[in-house]
């Protein structure tokens, strides 16, 4: 059955990751979470001791970093040979992430290594700027949002999952401050491609969302190859 690439853009909270994960699960899809990539770089500044606003000094540490992606069923991120999947989630992390990620060659660098994992198809990726930037050419390009209160509520969730508790209010005002730097930044900042389906996913359940996505998949492989890859996607 032929492979597309899948990109999935949107802001914090928008359950982009959690389809995305799913979608390529069912699929038997990789799984590309390039936000993943921007907090590698940023916790390896973090524990050099680095300022993030010293955009040489990222620079430099980011040309001398070797981040790889490992989907085992679950995705790992080893950052120069160590597994660092948690330590990227860490709230100094989130908080440093937007700047880090708005220098230009921090972005090239990581685009470059995203279009060479990517072009093998077969994949789905999520972040901000994969329709717009990475893969302006993805056969399916999906731009997901939400009510900035939902988008907080399953944040201040997911934080308090691993045990950090936030007043709503706090998790609202920290949404919207990397909403901001995110969407106006000047290299390639978040913005939905102009053939991006949109969906709003307020109300709907994870697996709502998914079945959506792979309806679109569906519709897309069906129209290229007919009745066999509708029976395909099926079975799956
Ligand atoms: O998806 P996330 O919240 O883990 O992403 C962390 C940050 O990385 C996000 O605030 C902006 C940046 N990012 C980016 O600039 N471009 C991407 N393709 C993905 C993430």
Same mark, same amino acid.
């Given at each position: 059955?032929?492979?597309?690439?899948? *990109?999935?853009?949107?802001?914090?909270?928008?359950?982009?990751?959690?389809?995305? +994960?799913?979608?390529?699960?069912?699929?038997?899809?990789?799984?590309?979470?390039?936000? %993943?990539?921007?907090? *590698?770089?940023?916790?390896?500044?973090?524990?050099?001791?680095?300022?993030?606003?010293?955009?040489? %000094?990222?620079?430099?540490?980011?040309?001398?970093? +070797?981040?790889?992606?490992?989907?085992?069923?679950?995705?790992?991120?080893?950052?120069?040979?160590?597994?660092?999947?948690?330590?990227?989630?860490?709230?100094?992390?989130?908080?440093?992430?937007?700047?880090?990620?708005?220098? %230009?060659?921090?972005?090239?660098?990581?685009?470059?290594?995203?279009?060479?994992?990517?072009?093998?198809?077969?994949?789905?990726?999520?972040?901000?700027?994969?329709?717009?930037?990475?893969?302006?050419? %993805?056969?399916?390009?999906?731009?997901?949002? *939400?009510?900035?209160?939902?988008?907080?509520?399953?944040?201040?969730?997911?934080?308090?999952?691993?045990?950090?508790?936030?007043?709503?209010?706090?998790?609202?005002?920290?949404?919207?401050?990397?909403?901001? +730097?995110?969407?106006?930044?000047?290299?390639?900042?978040?913005? +939905?491609?102009?053939? *991006?389906?949109?969906?709003?996913?307020?109300?709907?359940?994870?697996?709502?969302?998914?079945?959506?996505?792979?309806?679109?998949?569906?519709?897309?492989?069906?129209?290229?190859?007919?009745?066999?890859?509708?029976?395909?996607?099926?079975?799956?």
């Amino acid at each position: 059955m032929r492979k597309i690439l899948i *990109a999935i853009d949107g802001p914090a909270g928008s359950g982009k990751s959690t389809t995305a +994960k799913l979608v390529a699960r069912r699929l038997g899809y990789v799984y590309i979470d390039t936000g %993943a990539m921007y907090r *590698a770089v940023t916790l390896k500044v973090l524990s050099c001791g680095i300022d993030a606003a010293d955009e040489t %000094a990222v620079v430099e540490l980011t040309k001398a970093t +070797k981040i790889s992606l490992v989907d085992g069923g679950e995705l790992r991120v080893i950052l120069d040979g160590a597994d660092v999947t948690d330590a990227i989630r860490s709230e100094d992390v989130t908080r440093n992430v937007s700047l880090v990620s708005s220098y %230009a060659t921090v972005r090239e660098l990581m685009v470059a290594r995203q279009r060479e994992i990517g072009s093998a198809k077969g994949c789905v990726m999520d972040g901000r700027d994969i329709g717009t930037v990475v893969f302006p050419e %993805a056969e399916l390009k999906f731009y997901i949002v *939400a009510d900035i209160m939902e988008r907080a509520r399953r944040r201040q969730e997911e934080l308090s999952d691993n045990g950090v508790e936030l007043p709503i209010h706090q998790v609202v005002k920290d949404l919207k401050e990397r909403d901001r +730097k995110d969407s106006t930044r000047s290299s390639s900042p978040l913005r +939905k491609a102009d053939d *991006a389906i949109e969906l709003d996913t307020t109300k709907l359940t994870i697996e709502e969302q998914v079945e959506i996505v792979l309806n679109y998949v569906q519709d897309i492989i069906v129209g290229s190859e007919g009745s066999v890859g509708k029976e395909e996607m099926q079975r799956k």
